[in-house]
């Protein structure tokens, strides 16, 4: 009895371990750190989930909602950026990021771009990471076909030797 007791206990203390790890779990336990107020745990929190390998654009931003509220300005920037690789056209991650932007210490003042530096910067900040990567891949075998068709030896043009 004392056997099956113990088996007992060790397979809800295993699962109790096992679903505080649950990235769900962990989510809903730095959202309520952050409702109380308690945003150095909230930021830990959403740390741990993307430790463990959730990169999502809501985790992001929720990690530097908290980073920003604990007086950690470059550390919601960097969080906000993330966000804003995998989501670039989320209203709420760019607000939020132009917003911290004003609380840096060391601004910076931009200077002058050429016009396709310039353009080239607005185009890829406004892809996503995988919109980048199917864009590349389709050029990638565009460049190939054209490759090919330009140096395909063409009959036509071979010139011909008498025989005999």
């Known amino acids: 009895m004392r056997c099956a007791i113990t088996i007992l206990l060790s397979i809800l203390a295993l699962a109790s371990v096992a679903s505080a790890q649950d990235p769900a779990v ?5 959202v309520s750190a952050y409702q109380r107020g308690h945003f150095d745990s909230a930021a830990i929190g959403f740390t741990r989930i993307v430790q463990g390998g959730i990169d999502d654009p809501r985790v992001w931003y929720n990690l530097g909602n908290s980073h920003f509220k604990s007086g950690h300005i470059g550390a919601s ?10 989501s670039p056209r989320d209203a709420d ?53 054209i490759t090919i068709w330009r140096f395909w030896p063409d009959s036509s043009k071979r010139a011909t030797v008498p025989l005999g």
């Open 93 to 145: 991650l760019v607000a939020n990021y132009r917003y911290v932007r004003l609380f840096a210490a060391d601004k910076i003042e931009p200077v002058g771009e050429l016009f396709l530096s310039t353009w080239w910067r607005a185009a890829v900040d406004r892809l996503s990471i995988y919109e980048a990567r199917w864009l590349a891949a389709f050029a990638f075998w565009i460049a190939a076909l």
């Open 26 to 30: 962990l989510f809903d336990d730095a």
């Open 77 to 86: 920037l960097v969080s906000y950026r993330r966000g804003m690789r995998l």
